[in-house]
Structures are given as structure tokens and as C-alpha cells.
């Protein structure tokens, strides 16, 4: 209230200025902000559940940082969800992220690589998937429509 009685004290020229240089004060931070890329840790999900067919599917990858760097988990689900597979990403400065692990079902090495957005992880390396969204793990009990 305060705030208006000062403005409306002052004359259209100044209060237009006043007005100018807050609406520039308030959005510069975000425009500062835009030029940052996204935070590399998070959940990237596309898993739900079938309740038809009672199978789960997709793919989940969990990106965290510990004292020794990035680490991360990756599970895929083709009706029933596979083990927790533990991997060390590389992410460069533009949030290129590359990763490998030993096959648990071929036994061959796999190598994914990624963008990390602030939409998600944009795979080109996963079949049938672009987009993993950032997103709650499917595994936390508020997600969860029907348990495997």
C-alpha cells in the first residue's frame, strides 16, 4: 500500500521510469539463469505399469553426485523390471552424458549416450526411446499405480 501512494506521488515520467527499471530488475536474474545448463542429477523416467497385460515397462536412470563425482542407476523394464545397474557417467560441460555397463542379459558391453535437458534425458541410444522425462521414480509409493 505503501508502495503505491509513492508512485502515484510521482510525476508520469519519473513513475514510468521507475516502472521500466523494476520490470528489468525482476526479469534480469531469469535471463541470466537461461544461459545455464540444466542440472545434470535427477530421475529420468519412462517406466509405468500395464495393468491390462500386469507388466511394467521402460526405462529408468537416476543421475546423483557423491563426494567422487557423478554416479548413477539405470533399469529397464520389458515386463518385469530388470536388476539395478550401477554406472559412472561422463557428462561434459554441455551436459553430453556417456555412459557403459556390462550386459546382465547378453553379457556384452552397452554404451548409452545422452543430453540432459530441463525437460529430461534425450537418448539417442535407446531403442524405441527419445525422451526420458524428469520425473518421480516410478518406485516411490505416490507414482506407483499397481506394484509389479
Known amino acids: 500500500m505503501v508502495e503505491f501512494k509513492i508512485i502515484r506521488a510521482m510525476s508520469r515520467p519519473l ?39 500386469t507388466d511394467l515397462h521402460g526405462t529408468e536412470i537416476r543421475i546423483v553426485y557423491t563426494r567422487d563425482g557423478f554416479q548413477g542407476t539405470y533399469q529397464h523394464a520389458q515386463g518385469e523390471p530388470s536388476e539395478l545397474i550401477l554406472f559412472t557417467p ?10 557403459t555397463f556390462k550386459s546382465p542379459w547378453t553379457g556384452e558391453r552397452v554404451m548409452i549416450s ?11 541410444e535407446l531403442p524405441g526411446e527419445n525422451l526420458l522425462k524428469r520425473a518421480p521414480s516410478y518406485w516411490e509409493e505416490r507414482r506407483r499405480t499397481n506394484p509389479p
Do not use: K
Open 15 to 53: 513513475c514510468a521510469i521507475t516502472l521500466a527499471m523494476s520490470l528489468a530488475l525482476t526479469a534480469w536474474p531469469t535471463v541470466a539463469h537461461a544461459g545455464q545448463p540444466a542440472s545434470p542429477t535427477g530421475t529420468f523416467s519412462s517406466m509405468y505399469y500395464n495393468p491390462e497385460s
Open 90 to 99: 561422463m557428462i561434459d560441460d554441455d551436459n553430453r552424458i556417456t555412459f
Open 114 to 124: 545422452g543430453q540432459i535437458t530441463e525437460s529430461g534425458l534425450e537418448m539417442g
